[in-house]
């Protein structure tokens, strides 16, 4: 289905930017695209600089791993990404907020293709369909393959079904897994949750709406607010000027919460540059986020970018708890 419907054909040149190894994760991917019929080139051996001189020597049509490594991909080769005829990028292995997902596609000048799965399932069973990763105003699904896996999102207080766009707890059913049962599995992955028929394809799937996805356990508290990663991603990454940031998350002298943003711009700025960034950033977290950040905007290449799953978030708070 994943395949299909992102638009990859037989024999398709595809590059896996994921390790061959032990894990579910890479192998996973590399055995689907196998029996997919594609032409997979298991590059990630390589180093960066040398996947990309095997990307100009066999123009790959697909790139196939974690959502992060692309950006990572985009970052080192820099305009050169979007020439080297990427037409599929099929991300996932992570949650990732739309504003990353575009400027992805925008980078590579290709279209993203998204999945989900869970290491426990040891396999990924929710794609999305032919509309992809959508658009802000009408975000993308991620439809769930019914035949094989029950989909519920609960509300984790009363454990009842949240209705079509409500966010809950995704609760997963194998209806094939006979070695290890997974019977109603809690996740701890939080999504927002669309009906069948939901989606403009039309498909009777349900399934989670694209860039709602977020642990649970990732949830801040910070100042007493509840925030949620996925937000603060969204902002940033849908600044143009914005490359990578990181947020450290820190006690005062009087036991409060501070809360410091960390941006490494995509070129170098001017002072008066870097402090225009630095207000705006600043009070469209104050707006949009509700509470107030330190914001510091550093030097292009200041911060390490991730190459696996992205690591943005530091909390070095004491903490109290009960
Ligand atoms: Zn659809």
């Not at 439809?143 to 009842?160: F, K, W």
């Not at 966010?167 to 019977?183: K, N, Q």
């Not at 940033?236 to 943003?261: I, K, M, N, W």
């Not at 107030?292 to 690591?311: C, H, I, M, Q, W």
Request: charged share 25%; aromatic share 10%; hydrophobic share 40%.
């Amino acid at each position: 289905f994943y395949f299909a419907w992102a638009g990859m054909r037989r024999a398709d040149r595809t590059f896996l930017t994921m390790h061959v190894a032990l894990l579910a994760g890479g192998r996973g991917e590399y055995h689907a695209a196998l029996d997919y019929g594609l032409s997979v080139f298991p590059v990630a051996f390589y180093d960066t600089e040398q996947r990309l001189a095997l990307a100009r020597r066999f123009r790959p049509r697909a790139l196939y791993g974690t959502t992060s490594y692309f950006g990572h991909l985009a970052a080192v080769a820099g305009d050169e990404v979007g020439t080297l005829g990427v037409e599929i990028l099929l991300t996932g292995a992570e949650a990732a907020s739309i504003a990353w997902f575009e400027k992805l596609q925008r980078q590579f000048k290709a279209r993203a293709a998204d999945r989900y799965g869970l290491t426990q399932m040891a396999v990924d069973h929710m794609f999305t369909c032919e509309h992809g990763i959508g658009t802000r105003e009408r975000p993308g699904i991620l439809h769930n393959v019914d035949p094989y896996v029950l989909l519920e999102v609960i509300d984790p207080e009363t454990g009842r079904h949240v209705k079509d766009g409500e966010a809950g707890e995704i609760v997963v059913t194998s209806l094939y897994r006979t070695d290890v049962p997974m019977i109603r599995c809690r996740t701890r992955d939080r999504a927002v949750y669309r009906a069948a028929g939901a989606c403009p394809c039309g498909r009777s799937w349900p399934g989670i709406e694209i860039g709602s996805v977020g642990r649970i356990d990732d949830m801040k508290k910070i100042k007493g607010i509840n925030v949620w990663p996925q937000a603060v991603d969204e902002l940033l990454f849908g600044d143009p000027e914005v490359e990578e940031y990181q947020v450290r998350l820190t006690t005062d002298e009087r036991a409060g919460d501070l809360a410091t943003l960390r941006v490494m711009p995509a070129a170098s700025l001017n002072a008066a540059k870097r402090a225009a960034l630095q207000e705006t950033l600043a009070k469209a977290l104050r707006q949009k986020i509700g509470i107030g950040f330190a914001v510091e905007v550093l030097a292009p290449g200041a911060l390490d970018r991730s190459t696996y799953k992205a690591r943005r978030w530091i909390d070095e708070r004491v903490q109290l708890r009960s």
